[in-house]
């Protein structure tokens, strides 16, 4: 299949790049390069366009996986973060049904804000920042398209994403990914007191696994992708001494924010009936895989 992948430079579509091309479909990345990077490409050898989601590649499509998106969740310029997330969406999903292609997008975890865990597709999504709101408009696009179109489309809520190909989104990439590169250095790593706030950490190869069925899924459906299982930093920390053989205490200090989410878990109910996803990788193994890839 002819598989377009929006934000390939990007840590997400980069690996589901790869993951495709090596199970031999014909890949084209459409990255804008504004947050991605191209070492993530070094290994790919498809065609890569350079342009935003108003450059159309040249060509039809089978599928359409869109990872692209404004990542710096700090961003607080609204046109912006709009114009980029919503308004690219709304342009690659006029591509997608003119080509009769089927898409699988991302969507994000923020849709919830500070919702309690477990968090389910169900609840009244209330996102706390832009970036949040506009991967929410996203949601209602997409169930617009479908209506439309009939073409089917799934919208995948990411939670916690870890694994290869992070390292350039800096203080954006995983919090497994940055403690490292402090305990790497010697230092001890530096956690909000107490240390004992809950993420729902989940391995990129579970969620390329999530992406893969739901290539395959038909109709409409918006589900979390998550490991199920929330952990808190401190755990984090215990098993990066683990595996990087040190003995480093965590450093807590005060939390300066108001707003800090203490406990986000994914109830993956919904992606387990709708697209047949089982996450197979807990914490442990998927620091021990990061880590054994050299790229952590
Ligand atoms: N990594 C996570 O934990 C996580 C969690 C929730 C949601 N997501 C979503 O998953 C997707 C991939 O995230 P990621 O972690 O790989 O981030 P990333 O920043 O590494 O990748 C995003 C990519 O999109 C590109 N991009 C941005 N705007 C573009 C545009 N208008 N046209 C073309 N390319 C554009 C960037 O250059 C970058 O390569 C994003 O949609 C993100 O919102 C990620």
């Known amino acids: 299949m002819r598989i377009l992948v ?25 990255d804008n390069f504004s947050s991605g990077s191209f070492r993530n490409l070094v290994e790919f050898r498809g065609d890569v366009v350079a342009g935003g989601c108003d450059n159309r ?46 898409v699988v997008w991302a969507s994000s975890a923020a849709v919830y804000g500070n919702l309690p865990a477990p968090m389910r597709e169900s609840m009244k999504p209330s996102p706390l920042n832009v970036y949040g709101y506009s991967k929410l408009a996203m949601e209602h696009l997409a169930w617009r398209w479908h209506q439309e179109t009939k073409l089917p ?6 939670f916690n994403v870890y694994g290869s190909g992070e390292g350039h989104k800096g203080k954006f990439a995983s919090m497994i990914y940055q403690l490292a590169q402090q305990m790497k ?6 956690i909000f007191h107490d240390g004992g706030q809950r993420r729902d950490f989940v391995w990129i190869g579970d ?22 299982k929330a952990e808190s930093f401190n755990s984090v920390i215990a098993e990066l001494n683990k595996v990087l053989k040190t003995q480093l205490h965590p450093d807590y200090f005060p939390n300066p924010y108001d707003f800090f989410q203490k406990h986000t878990e994914a109830d993956i109910s919904l992606a387990r009936t709708a697209l047949g996803y089982a996450p197979e990788v807990g914490l442990a193994e998927g620091i021990g895989h990061y880590h054994a890839s050299g790229a952590l």
């Open 153 to 158: 489309i799934v919208g995948l809520r990411y």
């Open 6 to 30: 929006t934000g390939g430079a990007g840590f997400i579509g980069s690996n589901l790049a790869h993951t495709l091309q090596e199970k031999g479909h014909e890949i084209v990345v459409l």
């Open 185 to 190: 250095k010697g230092q001890r790593p530096r």
């Open 207 to 228: 969620v390329l696994a999530a992406n893969l069925l739901a290539m395959q899924a038909q109709g409409c459906h918006v589900c979390n992708v998550g490991s199920g």
């Open 57 to 102: 590649p040249a060509g039809h499509f089978d599928i359409v996986s869109h990872q692209a998106s404004i990542t710096d969740t700090t961003v607080t310029d609204q046109l912006a973060m709009m114009r980029n997330n919503v308004e690219g969406f709304r342009t690659v999903l006029s591509w997608a049904a003119a080509w009769k292609a089927r």
